[in-house]
């Protein structure tokens, strides 16, 4: 059985990110979609307005609000409805905390694994879908204070071994470049920058693209550094067989 896809959003609205969040409800017969909300990189006085805030985006895309809930009713978390899952933004460590703290990552990743849910986050939620948050600590620079003190950060890893940054501006010159560049190399973790208008599909861990409209800066740590423009595709792994034509890779 195929792994579920991965949607990672820059952390900017649903309008920024509306080419990936176009890919993500695909499905001809939206009234099919039901989506459960984990809200826990946020206070929980702002859950209602994190519920309010997926049905109002979902609602031009035919998705009725009845359809949208928030997953913090155990013991499935919504996984045992949902075909969605939404993991707004916030604080990552906190996230990544209470996922743990309720056994959710460990849920998350069978759930994956089977193929059952398609899993989008923004800025936070999309940190937590790779290997390690670590790289947004506001101590080394990053946006998020680590208020819990959390030092094991490896996250649910489903992204090809590789790590996030969102919110990402400046390209390959200025600080959040230089912060990308000296983690990666110190981490071993190879990173995404995605800007907050822009989103990235990730599928079976092994490839991802970039649904734009602008662009994701790569970074290696060997290295290597590299863009990949709006609509391409690149893969995340070193694959045993050629990039196929279509697959383009930008160095």
Known sequence: MPLSPCYLGGGGSESDESQLWDQLFTNPDPTTHHIAVWPWAQPQSSWPDLQAWVASAVAPRGIPASHVTLGTSPPAFGLD??????IPGGNAFELLDHMRTRGLM????????????????????????????????????GLDDNTIGMEDCTAADFLGGWSVYPHFEGGFV???????????????????????????????GEWARNAGPEDVWCFEPNGKEWVV????????R???????????VVH
């Open 81 to 86: 409805e949902a075909d969605v899952l939404v």
């Open 106 to 141: 460990q849920a998350l990743k069978q759930a994956h694994a089977r193929g059952s849910v398609r899993v989008y986050g923004g800025s936070a939620g999309a940190l937590v879908q790779g290997r390690d948050v670590s790289i947004i600590d506001a101590a080394i620079g």
């Open 174 to 204: 200025g600080r959040l470049a230089e912060l990308c560049r000296k983690w990666s190399r110190e981490r071993g973790i190879k990173v995404m920058g995605i800007p907050e208008k822009c989103g990235v599909k990730v599928e079976g």
């Open 238 to 248: 070193d694959l045993p067989r050629p990039v196929e034509e279509e697959d383009v």
């Open 229 to 236: 423009k709006a609509g391409e595709r690149f893969p995340l």
